[in-house]
């Protein structure tokens, strides 16, 4: 079954540590996207690609940086993460505008 | 850019009432527009989702309205169940963008 996978499910980093967070696709899909959650903002896009070796600005990228190594695989990277980024992340697939398939989301505590 | 408004923040219904979630957007050019389920603790999940030329779909109980003079989509579930208690989100995006900006969603509590 297509689907997309998230790692780690939870997480919890040093102010001023890198962290990475993971997202497998088996989809096939081109497009590939980050979000992050909180209360009161709904869904916020962070970075997005649309495909292997691509990566473009979404609404709020400040402190991220992104990588797509591949169709599969997109991690989003907190170079310098601070007590602001806590948050929960979802990454989805998809194609073109069309509908995204969401992972169960990575929960990331900074102290 | 493209604003979407989602309204309201929390709602809490009867079980077998209706319950209806309003998104206003700011784009006239906005071409494709969806509906996601969030249950506790899971991503988000697709309902339904219609294009700018549909000005109502419905399937398994939800129906979607589209007023493009308005700028305005609702979700309508009617009688609702337990089953229904979630977090929904509405989403809307251009042709030639690939990303869905999405409104603040709405807690939606089935009251027994």
């Known amino acids: 079954e297509a689907a997309v996978t998230q790692s780690p499910r939870n997480k919890v980093a040093v102010t001023g540590g890198k962290v990475t967070l993971s997202c497998n696709q088996t989809?096939?899909?081109?497009?590939m996207y980050w979000y992050r959650q909180d209360t009161g903002h709904g869904l916020r896009l962070i970075h997005y690609?649309?495909?292997?070796?691509?990566?473009e600005k979404g609404d709020i990228p400040d402190g991220y940086k992104a990588s797509r190594p591949s169709q599969e695989n997109f991690s989003l990277i907190l170079e310098l993460a601070t007590p602001s980024q806590t948050s929960v992340y979802f990454c989805?697939?998809?194609?073109?505008?069309?509908?995204?398939?969401f992972g169960s989301g990575t929960r990331l505590l900074v102290i | 850019g493209e604003q979407v408004e989602q309204r309201p923040p929390h709602l809490s219904v009867r079980e077998g009432d209706s319950a209806i979630i309003i998104c206003t957007y700011t784009?006239?050019?906005?071409?494709?527009f969806s509906w996601y389920k969030q249950e506790a603790g899971a991503g988000l999940q697709l309902l339904m989702s219609?294009?700018?030329?549909?000005d109502r779909k419905e399937e398994q109980g939800l129906t979607v309205l589209l007023n493009k003079k308005d700028k305005r989509l609702s979700l309508n579930l009617t009688a609702a169940h337990p089953g229904d208690s979630a977090v929904y989100f509405c989403?809307?995006?251009?042709?030639?963008?690939?990303?869905?900006?999405f409104g603040q969603g709405t807690k939606l509590s089935i009251k027994p």
């Open positions: 989805a697939s998809g194609t073109g505008f069309s509908d995204y398939t």
């Open positions: 989809n096939n899909h081109n497009n």
């Open positions: 690609s649309y495909g292997a070796g691509s990566t």
């Open positions: 784009d006239s050019a906005t071409a494709y």
């Open positions: 219609v294009l700018s030329n549909v």
């Open positions: 989403a809307a995006s251009h042709y030639n963008q690939g990303k869905l900006i």
